[in-house]
């Protein structure tokens, strides 16, 4: 919630032509902490599933940090025209997709849809 609504509030900064670096370098600030306060348990319920594998999962985790991060960024290369617009539709992009995903497990465990582990 804290990463979206960080890129909701640069979205719309940005939108009114608010063009500074703080108006860049600010949202990156609560978005770091919003990773900061989910990674964590992402990477220890990775691990947790089957601990004999958790070098492995630690790895896949930090793989698609790093995948995510050059796919989100060639997708911006591409789109990329001068103008604050593309930024913005690749950030609220990202943002929906967090929430999407961080949305599942807590939807999965409320609804008992949850997977047998292994």
Do not use: H
């Amino acid at each position: 919630m804290l990463a979206m609504l960080t890129v909701t509030a640069q979205a719309i900064v940005l939108t009114y032509g608010w063009v500074t670096p703080l108006a860049f370098f600010l949202p990156g600030t609560f978005i770091t902490m919003a990773q900061g306060i989910a990674m964590p348990y992402a990477q220890v319920g990775a691990m947790a599933e089957i601990p004999r594998f958790a070098g492995t999962a630690a790895g896949v985790g930090v793989f698609m940090q790093n995948f995510g991060a050059a796919v989100f960024s060639q997708l911006y290369g591409i789109l990329a025209d001068g103008t604050p617009g593309p930024m913005i539709k690749i950030a609220v992009l990202c943002g929906v997709l967090t929430l999407v995903t961080g949305a599942v497990p807590l939807l999965q465990k409320q609804f008992g849809t949850i997977p047998a582990p292994g």
